[in-house]
């Protein structure tokens, strides 16, 4: 700074918080009387702001009142940014681009910056496997292992083609052969056919290696969705809980890699970086509903009903096992055609159960848009969240303003503002008055102790879907004896037994 004794109204903003309240230091002045002493530089530093420097505070305010609050647990990266956005405002006035539009065009930058960084080889990939090249100035990382596979990465990426080698330590060895790949959310997500049964289509998670489960957020949400679901799905296995309209586990295990493998036992692991991948496979494969949305348009009122029903028998099932779903959202439910009857029917199938509270130490994942009220103000599930949350995701898919929110807060006192007003009521009454009854039910219970009636729900669904008045009617759709896949199923090595 000393060197650029021109620089005279140019000032730096230094951001001080702690949990509960946070102010920004706006720090300027003149450099040319900065005398800069190299034996002690933070002392000539402390010296020119005392004497010269002209130091402002903002007013101190509670951030986290409009930002969230650290003790929900969502301090973080984005709320830190936020904070500096809104208190740098105060000092210099609104920005030319507001916020909305920044992230409008955020998607855009990011595809431009990987297609200028070699990070993707396809449209599918989040990251590569392999990273490759020197380019445009780009900091790497030197690897003087001429061997691809050892290179130190967290993330595996799959190749249409690509055959894996699961290791299943109760049924033995599984090849599966990768056929595509999308994203899906946090994971990676791939379909592929078993080399047994080559006909059938399924759902291959791909996990994070145990090494990356601490320095990484993004590698702790793998672990979730391949590991911690798969010990979940064993658990509607066990108790068995079986319905067309629940994930169907087909294998889980750890990922054998190419060449020698040095473990010492077989739960163990080597020091190649795809030794003790976990992989869990599923049935069926679907669109995610965010997806469909997007592409289609809002759903009619047939498609709304046919969801809204699928959704609550499934829950009903997983409720049977003292199971709640916890991550209700338009990437957790796929729809699935089931070609099997004289129709072809649309089934709407909620997947990715890697949040499910088991015990009281777990937590629920945080949806600002789609999370209850009692999950996002206490962390916690109350026996109405997965209903309450199917009630957000109606209202989406039916064409629901759904504004985005960027704090806990926020996203509370649109959910207050919604109910104590019934938009969400009434939106949905143009949908179908049944789904506007079921919204009002479920208001009645956010935030209770009450469980849920599943039963009656999916009774009066039953009947304006299908135009049935048996009251035997959801049963008949909800049990569907199990497959012969289910003579594939084993329990992942990471967990069996008790843990989580």
């Not at 759903?299 to 809204?308: E, H, I, K, P, T």
């Amino acid at each position: 700074m000393n060197k650029f004794r021109t620089i005279s109204n140019d000032s730096v903003f230094i951001m001080v918080f702690d949990s509960k309240f946070g102010a920004v230091i706006k720090l300027g002045g003149d450099l040319s009387k900065l005398e800069l002493n190299t034996a002690d530089p933070y002392q000539s530093v402390v010296h020119w702001i005392k004497c010269h420097a002209e130091v402002l505070v903002s007013s101190v305010e509670r951030i986290w009142n409009t930002l969230g609050n650290a003790n929900w647990g969502d301090l973080g990266t984005l709320q830190v940014l936020l904070a500096t956005f809104y208190s740098i405002i105060q000092w210099n006035g609104p920005p030319r681009k507001s916020i909305s539009s920044l992230a409008s065009a955020h998607s855009l930058r990011l595809q431009k910056r990987r297609i200028e960084c070699h990070l993707a080889e396809n449209e599918n990939a989040m990251a590569p496997y392999q990273q490759v090249g020197y380019q445009h100035g780009e900091i790497v990382e030197l690897d003087h292992s001429d061997n691809p596979l050892v290179k130190n990465t967290s993330h595996l990426k799959l190749k249409q083609g690509e055959i894996l080698l699961l290791e299943d330590l109760q049924q033995g060895q599984k090849s599966f052969q990768i056929k595509e790949s999308f994203i899906g959310g946090n994971y990676f997500l791939y379909g592929a056919i078993s080399l047994d049964y080559p006909t059938q289509l399924l759902t291959l998670y791909v996990g994070s290696h145990p090494s990356r489960l601490e320095p990484s957020w993004e590698d702790m949400s793998l672990w979730y969705q391949v590991q911690r679901q798969t010990k979940v799905l064993n658990i509607l296995k066990h108790q068995g809980v079986s319905s067309k309209y629940l994930p169907e586990i087909i294998a889980s295990g750890r990922l054998l890699h190419p060449g020698p493998c040095k473990k010492q036992s077989p739960s163990g692991r080597c020091d190649h970086p795809w030794c003790g991948t976990p992989i869990l496979v599923t049935y069926p494969v679907g669109e995610p509903l965010s997806y469909i949305v997007t592409r289609d348009n809002p759903f009619s009122s047939d498609d709304a009903l046919r969801c809204c029903r699928d959704c609550l028998v499934a829950l009903r099932s997983a409720a049977t096992a003292n199971v709640q779903h916890g991550d209700i959202s338009p990437e957790n439910i796929i729809r699935v055609f089931d070609v099997q009857g004289t129709r072809n029917k649309a089934l709407y199938i909620p997947i990715s159960w890697g949040h499910v509270v088991l015990e009281d130490r777990d937590s629920p994942a945080i949806n600002l848009q789609f999370s209850s009220s009692h999950a996002l103000q206490h962390g916690k599930l109350c026996p109405a969240s997965d209903a309450e949350s199917l009630v957000y995701l109606l209202y989406f898919v039916s064409g629901g303003t759904m504004q985005q929110q960027d704090s806990i807060e926020s996203a509370l006192q649109w959910r207050e503002r919604s109910w104590a007003t019934r938009s969400i009521q009434q939106h949905l009454g143009e949908v179908s008055p049944l789904l506007k009854a079921f919204s009002d039910y479920v208001d009645s219970l956010c935030g209770t102790p009450y469980p849920v009636d599943y039963d009656i729900w999916v009774k009066r669904l039953n009947r304006a879907v299908d135009g049935s008045r048996s009251t035997d009617r959801g049963k008949m759709i909800e049990e569907v004896a199990m497959t012969l896949r289910s003579e594939n199923v084993a329990e992942s090595s990471g967990t069996s037994g008790g843990g989580t």
